[in-house]
C-alpha cells in the first residue's frame, strides 16, 4: 500500500490567501485525522472523521478552519483567510476500526504563511 | 494540559547504549501507544501496549506499563544512529489519542 498521501508537501503563501491541504487515507481505513504540529504546542487534533462523517471538530482553532471528506479516499483541510500563526505542519493520518488504535500519519504538508 | 508527558524532553547518548524514555499521564486508559518521527516525517507506530499488559517486546524495543503510577517507559537497547528522532507516547482518552510532547533522542556516533 502506498501509505497515507498528503499534497502539497510545502506550501508558502501569504497572509489572507486561502490555503487547501489534501489527503488520501490508506485505502479500507474507516478513520481520518487532521493534526497540526506546532514547537509550541506540539501535536493537536483538530479533527477526525468515521466513515466520512465529521465526529469531533472540537480542535479546529476557529472558523477559518474547515475540513470536508467527500468520499473515502478523499479529505481536504482549508484555511481561509490564512494568518502567520497558522504556520505550522500539518499531517493527516488514517486508522482501521478504532478512533484510539494505531494511526498511520502521512508525510505532512509544511505550511508557512508570510 | 497533555494528558502524557514524557520524560526526558531530550536524551543525547553514545551509539550502542541504551535509551529509556518515561511518559506519565493523568486518567486512566485503555492502551497506550509509542511513536517515532524522524526529521522532517510523519510519527510512525512503534508499539500499542494495553492496560492489561505490563510489558511487551518488539526487536531492540521494550515498553512496560505501571497503570498504578500511570507510566510508561520504552527502551530502545544497542542504540544505532537510525535511532535518533522523536519519541511521542499517545493514550487514548475520549474516542480520541492524547499525544505527549516527545523526547528528542540524539545517537551520537
Known amino acids: 500500500d502506498a501509505g497515507v498521501i498528503q499534497s502539497p508537501r510545502h506550501e508558502v503563501t501569504e497572509m489572507g490567501q486561502e490555503v487547501t491541504l489534501r489527503c488520501k487515507p490508506i485505502s479500507g481505513h474507516d478513520y481520518l485525522f487532521w493534526y497540526r504540529q506546532t514547537m509550541m504546542r506540539g501535536l493537536e487534533l483538530l479533527i477526525y472523521?468515521?466513515?466520512?462523517?465529521?465526529?469531533?471538530d472540537s480542535g479546529m482553532p476557529e472558523d477559518r478552519f474547515s475540513a470536508k471528506m467527500p468520499n473515502a479516499s478523499f479529505s481536504t483541510l482549508k484555511i481561509q483567510p490564512s494568518e502567520p500563526r497558522d504556520s505550522a505542519v500539518y499531517f493527516c493520518?488514517?486508522?482501521?476500526?478504532?478512533?484510539?488504535?494505531?494511526?498511520?500519519f502521512g508525510p505532512g504538508t509544511r505550511l508557512l504563511v508570510l | 494540559s497533555q494528558q502524557g508527558e514524557e520524560d526526558p524532553q531530550a536524551l543525547s547518548i553514545q551509539e550502542g547504549e541504551n535509551a529509556t524514555m518515561n511518559c506519565s499521564y493523568k486518567?486512566?486508559?485503555?492502551?497506550l501507544q509509542w511513536y517515532r518521527q524522524n526529521s522532517g516525517r510523519g510519527l510512525v507506530h512503534l508499539i500499542l501496549?494495553?492496560?492489561n499488559e505490563r510489558e511487551k517486546h518488539s526487536g531492540r524495543l521494550r515498553v512496560t506499563l505501571d497503570t498504578s503510577k500511570k507510566s510508561s517507559s520504552l527502551l530502545i537497547t544497542a542504540s544505532r544512529a537510525a535511532d535518533t528522532a522523536s519519541y511521542f507516547c499517545?493514550?487514548?482518552?475520549?474516542?480520541?489519542?492524547?499525544w505527549g510532547a516527545g523526547t528528542k533522542l540524539i545517537i551520537k556516533p
Open positions: 501496549i494495553r492496560s
Open positions: 499517545a493514550t487514548d482518552s475520549n474516542y480520541q489519542l492524547i
Open positions: 486518567t486512566s486508559i485503555n492502551n
Open positions: 472523521f468515521n466513515n466520512n462523517v465529521p465526529i469531533d
Open positions: 493520518a488514517s486508522s482501521l476500526g478504532d478512533s484510539r488504535g494505531t494511526q498511520y
